[in-house]
């Protein structure tokens, strides 16, 4: 591009400038009402919303909940006469295990060991960041209660845990 052509197309944009500037001004016009229009809108809402003269004022705590209502867990009248829901006894204790063998069980399932580690030639398995060998003995607590683990064995895949003088093998996954 030459020097006239370069000028020419200065002098171009000098002069649309303010009919640019004109145009955006009058595309910025705010959404927003004036003060005035927006207190008339106000005073007419609380207009809508007041109660009714002579109602009696209630306060939102003395009212029920719409979303738990009182009696909403019992079971329907109905469907009590025609037997086919029995009536409650009581809120139920959750059932835990009960003999040696179902606690170890249950117990073995909540550790989730991650891999092994061997350390100075023993096997060491690993949960979490830590690393336990064998012979490590586990405290466990289950519904308020603590249990006692012992780690006795440990595989490539496989590690062996006792309670009391039940013993179960669990298999390890690694965590990926």
């Known amino acids: 591009m030459n020097f006239r052509a370069s000028t020419l197309l200065l002098i171009s944009l000098v002069m649309a ?3 640019a500037v004109e145009a955006a001004a009058a595309k910025g016009k705010s959404d927003l009402l004036s003060p005035a229009r927006r207190k008339e809108t106000v005073d007419k809402a609380e207009w809508l919303t007041r109660a009714p ?3 009696p004022q209630t306060a939102a705590s003395e009212l029920p909940s719409p979303f738990n209502p009182p009696g909403f867990d019992q079971p329907d009248p109905e469907e009590i006469k025609a037997g086919t829901v029995p ?3 009581g809120p139920a204790a ?3 295990p009960t003999g040696d063998r179902e606690i170890l ?3 073995a399932a909540r550790l989730v060991p991650s891999g092994t580690f061997i350390f100075g ?3 060491q398995l690993v949960i979490g960041k830590n690393r336990f060998p064998v012979g ?3 405290t466990v607590t289950y519904n308020n209660e603590d249990y006692e683990l012992e780690l006795v ?3 490539r895949t496989t590690f062996t845990l006792r309670f009391r003088s039940e013993e179960t093998t669990r298999p390890i996954k690694p965590v990926r």
């Open 105 to 107: 069980e249950t117990l």
């Open 136 to 138: 490590t003995k586990f």
């Open 94 to 96: 959750p059932a835990g």
């Open 87 to 89: 009536p409650a006894a």
């Open 153 to 155: 064995s440990i595989d």
């Open 53 to 55: 003269d002579g109602a």
């Open 17 to 19: 400038l303010p009919a």
């Open 121 to 123: 030639g023993a096997p």
